[in-house]
C-alpha cells in the first residue's frame, strides 16, 4: 500500500496547529500526574499518525489554501493602503471618492432593489477600484518620471550630434557622433513609449471612474437586478487587462532611460579622452 505523498508546507501548518500543540500539552500534563512515560510514547505514536494523516487529506489541503490566500489578500491590501498613503491630497481625494461610491452603490442597491445580497457582478467594483489604485500609482510615477527629463534637450542634442556627423572630417570623432546619436534615438523612442504608456492610462483611469458613475446612476435611477446585470462590467475587465498587458510591455523602459544615460555618459567621455 502506498503511503500518502508528504508535502512539507502541508505538515509545517500541521504541526503549528492550536490542537496539536493542546493536544501533546494534554499528554505531557497526563505524564507528570501519573509520573509514568506511558502518555508521552502514546503522544508520540498519536503526534505521529497525525503528521503523516492530516496534512495528506484533501480537506486540510483546502483550508491551508484558504488560509494563505486570505494572509496573501490582507498582505495586498495592507501593501495597498500604504501605496495609497504616499499619493498627493488629489490623488488621495479621487481613490477616497472612489471607494465611498462603490460602498454607496453597494448600499443604494440594497436599499432599492431590497436585496441582502450584492449580485457577483456588482461585487466586482471591489477588484475595479483595486486596479484603480494600482494604475494610479504607475501612472504617477511614469507622469513624474517623464517630468524629470527634458525632452527638448535631448532632441537638441541629437540635431546636434547630426549635424556634427554631417560636417566632421575626422573619422574617428563621425564615429563617436554616430553612436551618440544612435542612443540619442533610442533615448526618444523610449520616452514616445513612456509618453504613450501615459495617456492610455491616464483614459484608463477616467474610464474606471466614469463606470463607477454610471452603475451609480443605474442603481440609484433604475435599480432592478436585470437592469443592473446588463451593464458592460466584462468589457471594462478587458479594457483593464489590456492595460495591464500594455504596461508590462514597456516596464522595461524605465531601464532602457537610465542605460542610455550611462551609454551616452560612457561614450562621450571616452570620446574626450582620445582627443
Known amino acids: 500500500m502506498d503511503l500518502p505523498k508528504i508535502d512539507f508546507r502541508y505538515l ?34 498519536a503526534e505521529a499518525v497525525y503528521l503523516v494523516v492530516v496534512p495528506a487529506t484533501p480537506f486540510y489541503r483546502r483550508l491551508v489554501e484558504r488560509r494563505e490566500k486570505e494572509r496573501a489578500r490582507k498582505l495586498r491590501d495592507s501593501q495597498r493602503e500604504a501605496v495609497i498613503k504616499g499619493f498627493d ?26 436585496s441582502k445580497q450584492i449580485p457577483g457582478n456588482l461585487q466586482t467594483l471591489d477588484q475595479r477600484w483595486e486596479d484603480f489604485v494600482d494604475l494610479l500609482d504607475v501612472y504617477r510615477r511614469r507622469k513624474h518620471h ?5 525632452r527638448q534637450a535631448v532632441q537638441n542634442q541629437l540635431k546636434q550630434a547630426e549635424h556634427a556627423i554631417q560636417n566632421s572630417t575626422d573619422d ?9 546619436a544612435e542612443i540619442l534615438k533610442r533615448r526618444v523612442a523610449a520616452f514616445n513609449d513612456l509618453e504613450r504608456s501615459v495617456r492610455l492610462v491616464e483614459g484608463q483611469l477616467q474610464s ?47 531601464g532602457m532611460l537610465d542605460s542610455h544615460n550611462r551609454e551616452l555618459d560612457l561614450l562621450l567621455s571616452s570620446g574626450s579622452t582620445g582627443k
Open 172 to 180: 574617428r570623432a563621425k564615429r563617436v557622433q554616430s553612436a551618440n
Open 12 to 45: 509545517k501548518e500541521a504541526f503549528k496547529e492550536p490542537i496539536n500543540f493542546w493536544g501533546m500539552a494534554g499528554f505531557a500534563v497526563a505524564a507528570a500526574y501519573v509520573q509514568d512515560i506511558t502518555p508521552l510514547v502514546a503522544a508520540l505514536a
Open 89 to 114: 491630497p488629489r490623488e488621495r481625494e479621487a481613490v477616497e471618492y472612489l471607494r465611498w461610491m462603490k460602498n454607496q452603490i453597494y448600499s443604494n442597491y440594497k436599499k432599492f432593489t431590497t
Open 208 to 254: 474606471i471612474e466614469n463606470f463607477f458613475g454610471l452603475v451609480n446612476d443605474q442603481v440609484v435611477t433604475l435599480p432592478t437586478p436585470e437592469r443592473v446585470s446588463a451593464l458592460h462590467f466584462e468589457e471594462l475587465s478587458d479594457s483593464i487587462a489590456m492595460t495591464r498587458q500594455m504596461l508590462e510591455e514597456t516596464a522595461d523602459t524605465f
Open 146 to 150: 517623464l517630468r524629470s527629463i527634458n
